[in-house]
């Protein structure tokens, strides 16, 4: 369902902005942030983006003391529930290989795919933070971007490969992606949702789910990868997986 009345996309443009403002603060220089402890993270990017969208986060992290991990993704435009399984795999790597549930920080519909691994695997997943995230409806989203979607799952319908179809937003094919999508997060599993009332892509009411800590911030959807005060609560937000978890229980539970 699309917003009946659309923010406007202008406030897209403000991306380079928000970027200098990050690159001007003290939270960029790791001012009252709370250090992390080579804790996992995996971050996945949000639709039509890939990796690189979360680059200067992931460069962010890796000075504060995490290892970071990318999703692996060109462009998050592939059916669901075969990038789900591919990053479920992922996060037993990074499991087995620190020996430590992983936190995940997914932006926009990469959100969205984290809270469904963090229902599936409660066993290696710390904690999620989604930015953005339209985890309460995905296709509450600006008419444009829902143009987006339709052509998307055109082409996935016409066999293009690696495109989500039809099939994925409604049939049989993610249905079990769908229905745990709906299911609530674990105990013992961190949610924090960043949203924003000045959202040119999602309707911010999308984004405030009833199992998370719902934070709201002063950001375009696309800058959400690059606000200082995304970074400050994303930091908090890592730093309170990492105290209520115990090093060692991913790798236990998936023994």
């Not at 939270?27 to 971050?43: A, H």
Request: hydrophobic share 40%; with cysteine.
């Amino acid at each position: 369902m699309a917003l009946p009345t659309p923010p406007p996309l202008w406030r897209e443009g403000l991306v380079g902005l928000e970027a200098a403002a990050l690159l001007r603060s003290g939270v960029w220089r790791g001012e009252g942030v709370q250090r992390g402890d080579s804790d996992p993270v995996l971050l996945i990017p949000g639709f039509l983006a890939g990796d690189g969208s979360l680059g200067v986060m992931t460069r962010w992290l890796r000075t504060q003391g995490y290892r970071t991990r990318k999703a692996g993704i060109r462009a998050n435009v592939d059916c669901s529930a075969i990038v789900a399984d591919g990053l479920e795999a992922r996060l037993e790597q990074m499991a087995a290989t620190t020996g430590r549930r992983v936190a995940i920080v997914g932006q926009s519909r990469g959100g969205v795919i984290a809270r469904v691994l963090a229902v599936r695997r409660p066993d290696l997943v710390s904690g999620i933070v989604t930015l953005g995230s339209p985890c309460c409806g995905q296709l509450r989203v600006h008419p444009l971007v829902a143009l987006q979607i339709g052509l998307v799952g055109t082409l996935g319908a016409l066999k293009v490969p690696h495109l989500f179809s039809h099939s994925c937003l409604r049939g049989e094919c993610c249905s079990e992606f769908r229905t745990t999508l709906c299911a609530d997060v674990p105990d013992g599993v961190g949610f924090v949702s960043v949203y924003s009332k000045r959202d040119g892509i999602v309707d911010w009411r999308a984004c405030l789910d009833a199992g998370a800590e719902c934070l709201e911030v002063s950001s375009s959807h696309c800058g959400m990868a690059v606000n200082r005060d995304v970074y400050r609560i994303v930091g908090d937000a890592l730093a309170a997986f990492r105290r209520a978890d115990t090093p060692g229980v991913g790798v236990a539970r998936a023994a």
